[in-house]
């Protein structure tokens, strides 16, 4: 069984940073593209980035240059690392996980496993 499971959200100032985790069980994150997706209240999901299996990165152009995706493959845990927080960032995270080894661009949806999301809070 699959299990993605998020961790590291939280409330943060403006200009601030946070680095969310996400560990993944029954599934290694090596093979696969991953992907993080948020959503904000009252507006559609929307895609962050996501990494292949060779590493290569793809982001949305809204947290391009503040937004850093990677993954560790032996703790089988990937992450983002966000830093030069908005207010507009504020929203439910969620990892995700393709059975693809390439991901798509990135706001396509793909991905056969979700975790259960996140909160971020980014206050001004």
């Known amino acids: 069984q699959v299990q993605l499971v998020e961790s590291g959200g939280g409330s943060v100032q403006a200009g601030g940073s946070l680095r969310l985790s996400c560990a993944a069980s029954g599934y290694t994150i090596s093979t696969y593209c991953l992907a993080w997706f948020r959503q904000a209240p009252g507006k559609e999901r929307e895609g962050v980035g996501n990494i292949d299996r060779d590493g290569y990165t793809r982001y949305a152009d809204s947290v391009k240059g503040r937004f850093t995706i990677s993954k560790d493959n032996v703790k089988n845990t990937l992450y983002l690392q966000m830093n030069n927080l908005k207010p507009e960032d504020s929203a439910m995270y969620y990892c995700?996980?393709?059975?693809?080894?390439?991901?798509?661009?990135?706001?396509?949806?793909?991905?056969?496993?979700w975790g259960q999301g996140i909160q971020v809070i980014v206050s001004s």
């Open positions: 995700a996980a393709s059975l693809a080894n390439y991901c798509l661009p990135v706001n396509t949806n793909t991905f056969a496993y």
